[in-house]
């Protein structure tokens, strides 16, 4: 079946380190994104890729990171730098032609601080 | 920039109508969509309106106002399932992501 896989559903980080949380899709989808959601909130975009080796900054970009090697993987890494990265991160993908303006996610990735 | 405002919380009872608002500026307008996410889960797209006017789709159906920067996800003889978080989204002509509303978060009860 094809879909958006994220894992690890669960993640804790250490003062000072960075972690990364995968995506991948097998949608063939071109465009991929990175939300953040934060309880009672919205989702916030913090990165989006058009196409390979191209990424744009969202709305929440700083302490983080991303890369788009292979059309099918979009990685977040959460760096030192993000104060305050305990959330729930959702990953989606869509077609940037006709369809643009549905989003398919992934489960999502519970991240937290020890 | 773009804002939406829904309502956090609604409630009802299982067999009800219920209605939920969603009103957005933007500087531009493609259209609105409606997400749905249960808890703890990934949200699913429901339904997308470009045009004014009410699409249905089964027990849930979306409307539009363009000239009111208005719109309204309707769902039907709610079922329990149904309790979950719904979100409006909007893209507008500048840019490529859509923004989300915070959500409304639907409490149904026997």
């Not at chain 2, 106002?65 to 002509?93: H, I, P, T």
């Amino acid at each position: 079946d094809g879909g958006i896989t994220q894992s690890p559903k669960y993640l804790f980080r250490k003062e000072g380190q960075n972690v990364t949380l995968s995506c991948e899709q097998n949608l063939n989808h071109d465009a991929m994104y990175w939300y953040r959601q934060d309880p009672g909130q919205g989702l916030r975009l913090i990165y989006y890729s058009q196409i390979v080796n191209d990424f744009q900054k969202g709305d929440i970009a700083e302490g983080y990171s991303v890369s788009r090697e292979k059309k099918e993987s979009f990685p977040l890494t959460v760096t030192s730098a993000q104060k305050n990265p305990t959330a729930f991160y959702l990953c989606a993908s869509s077609i940037v032609a006709a369809s643009r303006e549905k989003l398919f996610f992934g489960s999502g990735t519970q991240l937290s601080v020890l | 920039g773009q804002s939406l405002e829904q309502p956090s919380e609604v409630t009802a009872v299982e067999g009800a109508i219920v209605q939920i608002n969603c009103t957005y500026q933007t500087s531009g307008f493609y259209g609105l969509s409606w997400y749905q996410q249960h808890d703890g889960g990934a949200p699913t797209f429901l339904s997308y309106n470009a045009l004014d006017g009410l699409e249905e789709t089964g027990r849930f159906s979306s409307f539009l106002s363009r000239s009111d920067s208005y719109g309204y996800l309707l769902l039907q003889e709610l079922q329990m399932k149904d309790s979950a978080s719904y979100f409006c989204a909007v893209r507008d002509r500048g840019y490529s992501t859509l923004t989300f509303g915070k959500g409304t978060m639907l409490l149904v009860s026997p």
